[in-house]
């Protein structure tokens, strides 16, 4: 253990000796909130990108055509785009199989626009709370020579647009979920129930569902609002406890929860790949070999808690994302700085 000069000067760094106010600036509430805050966006995101590679992915074993991908780059909003022409660009590297409907259900058919709305809020999100960090939020503050009251030290503005995130990633949970039962259920592509290999006398994937649901119900009800929520203490004093550190919190359960079902969602699509004979190329092999790599494909039942913790490390783990981003959607992953 070194003391806090000795450090400094062993690193040749000079003490920074801040204003009388800047330290308080430095240490607030909002700017330790505003760093939790970053992190978690910047995890969201990585997440959100393994994510579109798990549902091309299962998109991939369901047959799902990609045109609304090639509509959603040509026509979208601006996270549609960039999730579009992703998805579009992507499945051009697979022999994509010929689609099964002309209109295929909304988990495949709406696979960019939910995305898109993620990646956008995701987007939105960041950019006011790298605004918000130019801001001073001290309470008081000191204009041309007087001091004055001040509020700045309310993040609603921040605070809200996390929270638009959070619904977001409630419905990219549920089509996760959606694209699960898909799967589970079999028949498109002549997929049997529950992906039971043929000749096999066994459960199949199908108990995964029980755990898919209970994921995506706990992404669901993280995403209700709290910042409206009103509390008063002691001496009526009106409290702010339900602001950022509280949903900052909530969100990194989201993340967590996130990336277990693209665990899952992964493993039921390599084992739809594998009845199917289907050949993963790109982004999709990257995850298949994961998933492969610690999960056999699926003969006689056996238990998979085990897989499920490993797969869930390895869907978290920044060597896949940089595997993933090496196709990239620069406008997002420059800005959230992923894989780097």
């Not at 020579?145 to 001040?150: D, F, K, L, N, T």
């Not at 959070?166 to 039962?181: E, Y």
């Amino acid at each position: 253990m070194l003391d806090a000069d000795e450090a400094l000067r062993r690193a040749g760094l000079e003490p920074f000796v801040m204003l009388p106010r800047d330290a308080l600036a430095a240490l607030s509430v909002n700017a330790t909130a505003f760093a939790a805050a970053a992190d978690v966006l910047r995890e969201a995101a990585s997440a959100v990108r393994v994510l579109m590679t798990t549902g091309l992915m299962s998109s991939l074993a369901l047959g799902a055509s990609a045109d609304p991908w090639r509509v959603a780059a040509t026509l979208g909003t601006r996270g549609e785009a960039l999730v579009g022409s992703w998805l579009y660009g992507q499945s051009d590297c697979v022999d994509w199989p010929l689609p099964t409907a002309i209109h295929d259900p909304l988990s495949l058919r709406m696979t960019a626009q939910v995305f898109g709305a993620a990646v956008d809020t995701l987007l939105v999100a960041a950019e006011r709370l790298v605004d918000a960090t130019y801001l001073s939020d001290d309470n008081p503050v000191v204009l041309g020579g007087q001091v004055h009251a001040s509020g700045a030290s309310l993040p609603l503005t921040t605070t809200l647009y996390i929270e638009t995130a959070q619904i977001a990633f409630s419905h990219v949970a549920r089509n996760v979920l959606n694209r699960c039962i898909l799967l589970s259920n079999g028949v498109r592509r002549n997929l049997p129930v529950n992906l039971v290999a043929p000749g096999e006398v066994a459960s199949g994937l199908g108990p995964l569902m029980k755990l898919v649901v209970e994921l995506y119900m706990r992404v669901q009800s993280l995403a209700v609002p709290l910042s409206a929520q009103s509390i008063v203490v002691a001496g009526g004093l009106e409290e702010e406890a339900t602001f950022l550190p509280l949903i900052v919190e909530r969100m990194e359960t989201q993340v967590r929860d996130l990336r277990q079902m693209a665990a899952i969602e992964a493993m039921l699509s390599a084992q739809a790949v594998d009845l199917l004979g289907d050949t993963p190329q790109g982004v999709t092999q990257i995850a298949y070999d994961r998933v492969r790599a610690v999960s056999p494909t699926y003969l006689k039942d056996r238990p998979l808690s085990k897989e499920i913790e490993v797969l869930h490390h390895e869907f978290a783990c920044g060597r896949l994302l940089e595997a993933i981003v090496a196709a990239p959607m620069p406008e997002f992953d420059d800005f959230f700085a992923l894989g780097q």
